[in-house]
């Protein structure tokens, strides 16, 4: 055991420790989740434009239009925040005016979606160019850092308002910012949004197969286990189950079938309790626990759990670098996600419908939503929290025997 621990501190650590500092994967990860509420506010009236209950569906059909507006204002416009939000926290990150940053950057954009003959490709303003606005966010904060670092800036004489100030000292940048990517696209006839299709498919391909869903949710339980949250393995990732979400989402909305297995509703279900499904441990430890430690843990860590928030058990038992919940805290979620994507495949359980809930929202009630009501997926966002309670069981049973021995060595001493 403890050589073990040796080797995940000496060896997995540091490699952890990188990932999570790493500059542009903080900033995609802040980003992608800055606009998150509005995700679901998309998904809630795609729910609503198809409401399982006929009763209910029959109430709701002339706010129709009504729902799909908001929609379309909100996921369909995934490209435009992401533009918007990779500026701003790039900007705060290499300190570049931020208001200007983002400006820029989401005028860029709207370029780039532009076809040869002129016409606006809404699309594109939707998940279609999120990769695009990527892109663009970081070219535009890289152009303008560089120039204002060589000094390739209008300098205003001094009385002049900083307002009119910043807009002149902005002015060189932001022009070949636009004029860049208006050549590009415009005048080259590139279309960025395919081009990176592209060369991100081998990642979004990846992600989209059960194999690689599972290692997805593996190598989260594994950072975590090292204690540094997973959002900086989902970070990578979440652009590509995003897209996925959305694509979803349209085709529903259109009548068509839905083309993807998993969404972030599907990662939302797979994290019960939170990364590592720790609600079964949290059941575990709250009713079948011998030693007070660990019915303690279990007991203050039940509520946040329902929330999938688990820090209070990862930190508390502890999990983090804890040889004995290694196999289930890391294989469990990777197993089970590798399983989901598969039944979905095969059609057994429902291709989710709804791309975006708040992380927060209960295991059962994630399969409720995610399905539109759908059983089958009500059934195995349950299964979610028995198998984990099974996977967990004889983990818990070795580590919760030994502080209960310890307990009472300690009482008898």
């Known amino acids: 055991m403890e050589a073990f621990s040796q080797i995940i501190e000496q060896k997995l650590m540091p490699i952890a420790s990188k990932i999570g500092s790493n500059r542009i994967l903080t ?65 705060v990150e290499y300190k570049t005016d931020m208001f200007t940053s983002v400006l820029t950057s989401v005028a860029a954009f709207v370029v780039t979606q532009f076809a040869a ?57 932001a022009a070949v910012i636009v004029c860049l990517f208006g050549l590009i696209t415009i005048v080259f006839n590139v279309r960025i949004n395919d081009l990176l299709g592209i060369v991100f498919s081998p990642l979004a391909m990846a992600v989209n197969t059960p194999l690689g869903y599972g290692i997805y949710h593996m190598l989260c ?12 393995v989902i970070g990578v990732v979440q652009p590509f189950i995003m897209q996925m979400g959305a694509a979803n989402e349209a085709a529903y909305l259109a009548g068509e079938a839905l083309p993807y297995a998993v969404t972030y509703a599907t990662d939302t279900m797979i994290w019960a309790g939170g990364t590592g499904m720790t609600i079964g441990l949290v059941i575990l430890m709250s009713f079948l626990a011998k030693s007070a430690q660990y019915k303690t843990i279990g007991r203050m860590s039940v509520v946040p759990a329902i929330f999938n928030i688990n820090e209070p058990v990862i930190f508390g038992t502890p999990i983090c670098f804890n040889p004995i919940f290694f196999i289930p805290f890391v294989f469990c979620p990777g197993v089970m996600a590798f399983l989901t994507f598969l039944l979905t495949d095969m059609g057994i359980i429902g291709a989710p419908v709804v791309g975006m809930v708040p992380w927060t929202l209960p295991p059962v009630a994630v399969g409720i939503f995610m399905g539109a009501g759908n059983i089958s997926n009500i059934i195995w966002s349950i299964a979610c929290v028995v198998v984990p309670i099974i996977v967990y069981y004889p983990f818990f049973r070795m580590a919760d025997n030994a502080a209960y021995k310890e307990e009472l060595a300690a009482a008898e001493a």
């Open 27 to 91: 900033i995609i990860r802040n980003a992608m989740c800055v606009y998150i509420a509005l995700l679901i506010v998309g998904s809630v009236s795609i729910l609503l434009t198809s409401f399982p209950v006929e009763a209910v569906a029959n109430v709701l059909a002339p706010a129709s239009p009504f729902f799909n507006a908001v929609y379309n204002c909100t996921t369909g416009m995934m490209g435009l925040f992401t533009a918007a939000s990779i500026a701003y926290y790039a900007a």
């Open 117 to 173: 003959d002129g016409t606006l490709d809404v699309a594109g303003l939707g998940s279609n160019g999120l990769l695009t606005a990527m892109v663009v966010g970081f070219v535009t904060v890289g152009i303008m850092h560089f120039c204002t670092e060589k000094n390739i800036v209008i300098k205003m004489p001094a009385g002049v308002p900083p307002a009119v100030g910043d807009s002149f000292t902005s002015l060189i940048p």
């Open 221 to 232: 339980g594994l950072v975590f286990f090292c204690g540094i949250n997973s959002a900086v």
